[in-house]
C-alpha cells in the first residue's frame, strides 16, 4: 500500500517534471529551431539564373552544393561574395556547384553586381521569395551546405571568410 | 500507520479528524473546540500523514495550499513589476533593447533591463513560476478530491453527539413529537429539493453535494488551458509570420508547403470625415483629428495545383475573393490570414521624357518599373534608352561609389544611357530624386522627370494555432467548475433523536444566510425550535462584554 | 436625442446622490435590530430612488447607443460610467438577497464617485476605430465591468466591516490604512471638484515644449501649471508660471492633474477633520452600530463569489476570443492582459485564504479593499499611465 503510492507519486512528478522541462527547453530553442533543419533533406526548388539556364536542386545529386541566398544592397553579401567564387574555381571540378539566389531584385541590379564581381556561378533571382520562404530565411546572407544525398550539413547566416568558404567547401565535397 | 477504527464501527484511514461514518471526532486537539472545522469534511489529506522519502517531501510541498497561495502572489506580483515599462516585444526597433532601455528611462531603465524584467513573461523562472502554479493545481487537487469523495460516500444517516453539537447551526427541541413530524419534515425539505434519508427516525437531508466538486473541475480546466499553452512549444503547432504584400503583388503563403498563394488586389485606408460621416461624431473627429475608420486589403485566394517546386510557376486555382479587415481575419484550412499592418504610397512606376535640353523637345516617354525595370526601352525613330544600372534605395557609398540601402525602391536612382541618331554612341546620365549627374561632360539630351505611380503595401500576419482546442476545452471546464462550485452550494441539515430531545443541526459550505432562511422555512410548524448559529451568538456575547 | 441622453445621466447622478442621503437616514432611524433585516420608510425610499437612478442611466445608455451607433463603452468616460451603473445593478442584486440598507450607503456613495470621475472626461461620442469594430467590445467590456462592479460591492462590504471592527479609540496601523483608503475616497473627490472648478472657470494655457525624442511640440493645460513640461514656453499671455519643470520622460500635464488633485483631497480631508475632530472612519462608525458583522462579512464573500466567475468570463476568456480575432492572438502580455490576470490571480488567492486558510472576517475584508484597488488601477493607472492596446483616448 505505502509502495505502491510511492510508486504513483514519483511516477505523477516525473510526467510533470518533464512537461515542465521540456517546455523551458522549448522556449529557450525556439529562438533557433530552422525551417529546414540540419540532417533534413534540402527542399527542392527550380530557378532560372541570369542566362537563362533552369537549376533545379534535385539535379545535382551526386553533387555537393553550396546555397547562399544574398542581395546587392547588402554589405555583407557583397564581401563575401568574391572569396566564394575565388572557392568557386578551386571547387568546381571536384563536384561543387555554387547557387546563388538573390531575393527579389530587378535583373539590372544583379546583372551589374555580378559584372562589377566578375561572378561565375549561376546567379538566380527569387522573385515572389517562394524559395526563400521554402528555406525560412531571415537575415541575409544565408548559406546552406546541401551533401550529395541533397541533405542539409550546414546552415550559416552572416558573412563569411574566405577561409569559412573554403572549409565550407571542403565539407560537402562528395 | 494504523488506520482508526471508531466506535461506530467504521474503519478510516490514518490522520482522520473526523470519523467518516458518523461525524465523531477522533482527533484529540479537535475535541477542545467549540465548533467543527469542516473543510475537506474532517478527511485525512494524505500528504500529511507522510513524510518520509524526498518524493513525498516533494509531493507535500506542492500539495500545501499555502505553498500555491504563495506561488500565486509571487506570480502576480512578479507580473505587475514586467507592466511598469513596456516589454521588449512592444518598444520600437529602432535600436537594441539594452541601449533603448536606458536611453527612454535612464538608470531605471538600464536596472529594468539587466535584471531582464524586459522580456519578464517569456524569463525562465516566469516560466518555472507558471508551471510550479500548474503542479501545485495538480497534487493540490488530488491530495484533496479522493478523501472527500470517500467521507461524502462513507457518511451515514446518524450522527455523533460531538459532531451534531460542534456544528455551526444547531439547536436542541426538548419534548418534541418527532415521529408525527417527521413525514411532514420529509416532505418540506423535498419540496426544496433536498435529497433525504432516514435511519431510525433519524433524518439527513442534503442537496447540491455536486457544487462540492467544482474547485476540481475548475482546476482541470486550468491545467487543460496550461497543458494547451505547452503545446505551443511542439513544432508545427504555432505558426506567426508576417506577410508583407504589394497591391498586384501575388506570394505563397509561409508554412503552408507552397499550397497557398495570395494576391493582393487594393488595400484601403479610410478616414473618418467630419462631413460625411454622422454628425454625432463630429466634435470627437475635431478634437482628436484623423480617426482611422477601415484598414482592409482585398485579396485573392488561390490554391496551387499539382506538385510544383518552389521557384516553378504553380498553376493557381481562385479560391475566393476577400476583404481582410481588422477583425475579420480570411481563414481557410486552419490558417488565418490578419489585417495588422500597412505601408502607404511605395514608390511603383516612375516615368521620364527624353527632351532635348536646349529647345526643351520631347522625343518621347518611358515608364520604369521600379520593382523590375526593363533594361531597354525603343522610343522610336532612333532614339532609345538603356538602363545600365539601377539603385532602388540610392546612396552614396563610403568609398563614393552610388550604392542601395535595401531592395525596397524608397530613393530610386538609375544610370541611363540615352541613344539618339545624332548620338549614336549615346550619352550617359546619373538620375536620381530631383538631382542629375552627367559624369561624361555636358550632354544634349536629357531625362526629364514626368511622374510618379506609387502603390500601397499590406502587411499581414499568417497565424496556425493548433493548441486552440486545448485552450477553449480548459476556458470552458473551468467555467463550468467555478460556476458549479460558486452558484451552488453544499447543504445538509441533521435532524436526529437523542435521548428524548431533537437535535437539529446543518451545515452548508457558503452562505449562511440561505440556509438559515430555508431551515426556518421547513421548520416552522413543525413544534421545532429554530437552531441558533453558534458563531454570531459568540460573536454577540462578546460584544455585550464590550459594551 | 445626445443631450437628452447627458440629461438622462445627470438625472441619475441626482437620484444616487439622494439615495445614498436616504441609505443614510433608513439607518439612523433603525435601533436595536438584530438578525433580520427590515426595511423601513427610509430604506424603501432610498431603494426606490435607486431603482428610478438605474433606469435612468439605463436610459442614458440605450440613448447613446442608439445616437453613435455603437455600445457606449468604447472611451474612459463611456466606460467609467458603465463601471458605475453596473455598481449599482451589483448593489441591487445583493440587495435583493441580503436586503440590507446599510449595504447602500457604502455601495452608492463609491458609484456617484466613479460616475463624477467619468465626467471629467471628454464626453464627445466618438467613432470606432477598426480594432473595436467587433460585437465583442460590447460582449467583452460589458460583462467585464460587470464583474467589477460585483467584486465593488465586497469592497463596500469590506469597508463596512473595517469601519465596524476597528477599534478607533488608539491609533494603529489598523486605523492608518483605514484612514489611507477614505482619503484615496476623498481624493477622487478633489480631483472632481478642481476639474470641475477650472473647467468652470473656462481656464487654459498653452506650451510650447520639447519632448523625449527632442521634437518640439504643444500642449494644452486646462489647470494651472505648477509642473511644466521640459523646455517649456508659456505662450498665454497672463497665465500662471510653472513651479517646476519635469523631464520630457513625465508627462508633466498628468503630473499636474495628479498634484492638484492631491491638493484637493488633502484640502478637503483636512477640513472634513476639522469638522468632525476625529479620523473620517471614526465618524462613520455610528452608522454600522448595529449592523451584524458576520452577515456583512457574508455578503462581502458572496459579492466576490458572485462576481469572480463573471470576472474571468468578461475580462479573461472573452477578452481572449476577441484578441484572437482583433489582434491575431488571444494573450500577448499588454499591460491591461496582464492587470487582468493579476486582478483574477488576486481574487484566486482571496478565495482560497478564505476557503482553506480560513482568512474570515477583518482578513478577508482586507483583501476586498485591496481588490478594489487593483480594479481601480487597472482602470484608472493602466489606461492613463501604462500605454498600451488598450489605452483609450483619455487625457
Known sequence: MKKRRLYVRSIILFVLLAAVAYTLYANFTKDNTMKVAVGEKAPDFVLTDMNGQKHRLSDYKGQGVFLNFWGTWCKPCETEMPYINNQYHQYKEKGIEVLAVDIKESNVAVTKFAERHSLDFPIMIDRDEQVMTEYGIDPLPATFLIDKNGVVVKYHTGQLTEKEAKDFMEQIKP | MKDVKCECGHVNPHGTVLCEACGKVLDEQEKDKNLLDMRYEGSARRSITYNKTIIDKIWNFFSSVKVGVWLIIVTLIASAIGTILPQEMYIPPVMPAEQYYQDQYGWFGKLYYQLGFHNLFSSWWYLVLIASIGVSLVICSLDRVIPLYKALKAQRVTRHEGFLKRQRVFGITKNAQTAATLPLLKQKLEAKRYHVREENGDLLAEKNRFSRWGPYINHIGLIIFLIGAMLRFIPGMYVDKVLWVREGETKVVPETNGKYYITNNKFILQIYDKNKDDQVFGEAIERAGNIPKNYQSNVTLYKAEGNTVAGEKPKLKKLKDFGIRVNEPLTFEGFSLYQVDYKLNELNKMSFALTDKATGKSFGDLTVNLNNPDTKYNLGKGYSVELLSYFPDFEFGKDGEPTTKSRIPNNPAFVFKMRTPDKPKGETSFVAIKQTIEPFGNNKYKLKFRGIATNNVSGLTVRKDNTLWAIILGGIIFMIGVIQGMYWNHRRIWIQNKSGEVWVAAHTNKNWYGIKREIEAVLADTGLQMPYDQLQRQQNEIEKEEA | ?395
Not at chain 3, 433606469?55 to 460610467?81: D, Y
Not at chain 3, 500642449?219 to 500662471?240: C, D, N, S, W
Open chain 3, 1 to 395: 436625442m445626445v443631450s437628452l441622453s447627458s440629461n438622462l445621466l445627470l438625472i441619475a447622478f441626482i437620484l444616487y446622490l439622494c439615495a445614498t442621503l436616504f441609505f443614510g437616514g433608513a439607518i439612523n432611524s433603525k435601533k436595536g435590530q438584530v438578525e433580520k433585516t427590515n426595511i423601513n420608510k427610509w430604506g424603501g425610499i432610498a431603494v426606490i430612488l435607486t431603482v428610478a437612478g438605474f433606469i435612468s442611466q439605463l436610459g442614458f445608455f440605450i440613448l447613446r447607443w442608439i445616437a453613435s451607433g455603437h455600445a457606449p463603452v468604447s472611451n474612459m468616460f463611456e466606460f467609467t460610467t458603465f463601471f458605475g451603473m453596473a455598481l449599482v445593478g451589483a448593489f441591487l442584486i445583493i440587495f435583493a438577497i441580503y436586503r440590507t440598507a446599510l449595504l447602500g450607503l457604502f455601495t452608492m456613495p463609491v458609484a456617484v464617485l466613479v460616475i463624477a470621475y467619468a465626467s471629467m472626461f471628454p464626453r464627445d461620442i466618438t467613432p470606432l476605430i477598426p480594432a473595436l469594430k467587433s460585437y465583442w467590445l460590447y460582449i467583452h467590456v460589458t460583462t467585464a465591468a460587470i464583474g467589477e462592479g460585483i467584486l465593488a460591492v465586497s469592497f463596500a462590504a469590506g469597508l463596512i466591516y473595517l469601519v465596524k471592527m476597528i477599534d478607533q479609540n488608539r491609533a494603529s496601523k489598523r486605523t492608518f490604512w483605514l484612514e489611507v483608503v477614505m482619503f484615496g475616497l476623498i481624493t477622487t473627490l478633489g480631483f472632481v471638484f478642481v476639474s470641475s472648478a477650472f473647467s468652470l472657470a473656462d481656464y487654459h494655457e498653452k506650451f510650447n515644449w520639447v519632448d523625449k525624442n527632442n521634437n518640439p511640440a504643444e500642449v494644452e493645460y486646462t489647470m494651472p501649471a505648477l509642473t511644466g513640461p521640459h523646455k517649456g514656453e508659456l505662450l498665454t499671455k497672463g497665465a500662471f508660471e510653472p513651479i517646476l519643470e519635469v523631464p520630457a520622460l513625465i508627462n508633466a500635464k498628468k503630473l499636474n492633474t495628479v498634484i492638484w488633485s492631491f491638493g484637493g483631497g488633502v484640502v478637503l480631508y483636512g477640513l472634513l477633520r476639522l469638522i468632525l475632530r476625529k479620523r473620517v472612519a471614526a465618524s462613520l462608525k455610528p452608522f454600522v452600530k448595529n449592523i451584524n458583522t458576520d452577515l456583512v462579512d457574508e455578503i462581502s464573500y458572496r459579492s466576490v463569489l458572485i462576481g469572480f466567475p463573471v470576472f474571468t468570463l468578461g475580462a479573461l476568456i472573452f477578452a481572449m476570443i476577441w484578441a484572437q480575432v482583433a489582434w491575431t492572438r488571444f494573450w500577448g502580455w499588454d499591460p491591461k492582459e496582464v492587470w487582468a490576470l493579476i486582478t483574477w490571480l488576486f481574487y484566486a488567492a482571496f478565495l482560497h485564504l478564505r476557503l482553506s486558510k480560513g482568512w474570515h472576517g477583518e482578513k478577508s475584508a482586507w483583501l476586498a479593499v485591496i481588490g478594489f484597488v487593483i480594479i481601480m488601477f487597472n482602470l484608472v493607472a493602466v489606461n492613463l499611465v501604462i500605454a498600451g492596446l488598450h489605452s483609450y483616448a483619455g487625457s
